[in-house]
């Protein structure tokens, strides 16, 4: 960790140091009550480290916490009661994609020293690189009868969408998060990021839009339709 100072009040900046390279059953299966006990652990977990540590919950690690439960719970609910087809499995890959980059971007709004928020900061950016490829998957396969199709047609921009973030977030680590740094006066963190890490914004930006233009081809189609 570094602290700056000079004429302007003192800021503490923390730099980044290198990296290494079942069936459906009436009765409540085994599986919910692994899960929630799980969820509930990984909440009061890091709030107990923050209350020894002296520093309330932020209102920015409750709502992520919270997304990680929502995201979690839709997750294990699809895989786990639905139909088991391809359109499931790939909306609950990109749920539990979501719910894994909301827990360390709880964990890293939480934290008391910088190191430890860069540590949080990196792995939810990593989580990251996964959904552009999950979630374009499962808009190009959402109620769609002949989904095969559009995914021969989007193959190129599916493989990009599924390796670019991935080979950006794991073989360019370094690159991801230069410096993390809190202002004079106190207030959210600062990010500087590399372009590793501006690349993989971008690209989840992009994918949003190919997304949400997918979904909305889809609706206008089933119109009048059952």
């Known amino acids: 960790m570094v602290v700056e100072t000079g004429s302007q009040?003192?800021?503490?900046?923390?730099?980044?140091?290198?990296?290494g390279d079942g069936s459906k059953s009436g009765d409540a299966p085994w599986q919910t009550n692994v899960f929630v006990p799980f969820a509930w652990l990984c909440f009061a977990g890091s709030r107990e480290f923050n209350h020894e540590q002296q520093k309330p919950m932020s209102p920015g690690s409750i709502l992520a916490?919270?997304?990680f439960l929502c995201a979690g719970g839709l997750a294990f609910a699809v895989a786990w009661y639905e139909r088991r087809s391809i359109v499931h499995w790939s909306f609950a890959a990109g749920m539990a994609a979501l719910a894994v980059e909301?827990?360390?971007?709880?964990?890293?709004?939480?934290?008391?020293?910088l190191d430890?928020?860069?540590h949080w900061q990196f792995l939810g950016m990593v989580a990251m690189s996964f959904l552009p490829g999950f979630w374009l998957f499962f808009s190009l396969t959402?109620?769609?009868?002949n989904y095969r199709e559009f995914l021969a047609l989007?193959?190129?921009?599916?493989?990009?969408?599924?390796?670019a973030?991935?080979?950006?977030?794991?073989?360019f680590p370094d690159e991801i998060i230069l410096a993390l740094g809190k202002p004079p006066g106190g207030g959210n963190l600062?990010?500087?990021?590399?372009?590793a890490g501006t690349g993989l914004h971008l690209m989840l930006l992009l994918s949003a839009v190919l997304v949400l233009m997918n979904l909305e081809r889809t609706f206008r189609a089933s119109v009048g339709t059952m």
């Open 154 to 163: 989007w193959r190129l921009v599916l493989t990009i969408a599924f390796i």
């Open 165 to 171: 973030p991935v080979v950006l977030a794991l073989i």
């Open 116 to 118: 430890t928020a860069v």
């Open 65 to 67: 916490f919270a997304a």
């Open 102 to 113: 909301s827990l360390f971007s709880g964990l890293s709004a939480g934290a008391v020293a």
């Open 190 to 195: 600062l990010l500087r990021l590399g372009f």
């Open 9 to 19: 009040p003192s800021r503490e900046v923390a730099t980044v140091p290198p990296r």
């Open 142 to 145: 959402y109620a769609r009868g």
